[in-house]
């Protein structure tokens, strides 16, 4: 699996959109692009993933350019709830394998 | 829907010792995969099972083994026991299928230390 680049930490304010950035820039034509967050003290949960196109559900918004290299995770209106370490994972799908962690973006939502 | 539930949700063990930590996974999911996540580290793939087989290992010496069992419920097994074992550890499910999604259930862990 390709190898993924995020900053250690970011802040946002609460109400305001939260935007992670991930870098992937070895990323192959087979490989999606998968958000899990970690809340303190709870097991990893997932978000949302994509292959080219963006893609939006209740969650969340991801954004992928034209080139694949980078994409942007969206939480449009962060509540305080939503502080967790986010990871940006590149994965084959359809292969049922490991999730590869890196030490992921700790966001810190403050009132 | 029931999650993924894992026990017990702390234990304490002397190095040399063994463990056996325990895992149910969603009802319907048909694989489980073990990861270790070390204080401040993001979780390490240990392995994963599928229908009752080991279908991938990461980087864990073989005193780390597991058993998958008909009701999708599984056990995470470590023999003599390191300081350096403490961890988190977490149990994953999911429904391998074709078209797999990559959407794994997490449980909430078992925190392991090691004196």
């Known amino acids: 699996d390709a190898k993924t680049t995020q900053p250690p930490s970011m802040d946002c304010a609460e109400g305001r959109a939260a935007n992670l950035p991930c870098n992937h820039s070895?990323?192959?034509?087979?490989?999606?692009v998968y958000w899990y967050r970690q809340i303190h003290s709870q097991g990893p949960q997932y978000i949302i993933h994509g292959l080219k196109n963006n893609e939006t559900n209740e969650m969340a918004s991801l954004i992928i350019t034209e080139d694949r290299k980078s994409s942007t995770l969206i939480l449009p209106h962060a509540t305080l709830r939503d502080t967790a370490v986010y990871y940006c994972i590149v994965r084959v799908a359809d292969s049922g394998y490991a999730l590869n962690f890196g030490k992921g973006t700790s966001l810190l939502v403050t009132p | 829907e029931t999650g993924v539930t894992q026990s017990p949700t702390h234990l304490i063990k002397t190095r040399g010792q063994q463990v056996t930590l325990r895992c149910s996974s969603q009802s319907g999911h048909n694989t489980v995969s073990w990861y270790q996540q070390a204080l401040g580290q993001g979780p390490q793939f240990i392995f994963q099972?599928?229908?009752?087989?080991?279908?991938g290992r990461g980087n864990f010496p073989p005193r780390f083994s597991g058993l998958q069992f008909p009701n999708y419920s599984s056990e995470l097994n470590v023999n003599a026991l390191e300081l350096d074992d403490s961890a988190l550890y977490l149990c994953?499910?999911?429904?391998?299928?074709?078209?797999?999604?990559?959407?794994?259930?997490f449980g909430p862990g078992t925190r392991l230390t090691v004196l």
């Open positions: 994953a499910s999911s429904l391998v299928r074709r078209r797999d999604t990559g959407e794994q259930f």
């Open positions: 070895t990323i192959s034509g087979n490989e999606y």
């Open positions: 099972y599928y229908r009752e087989e080991e279908n």
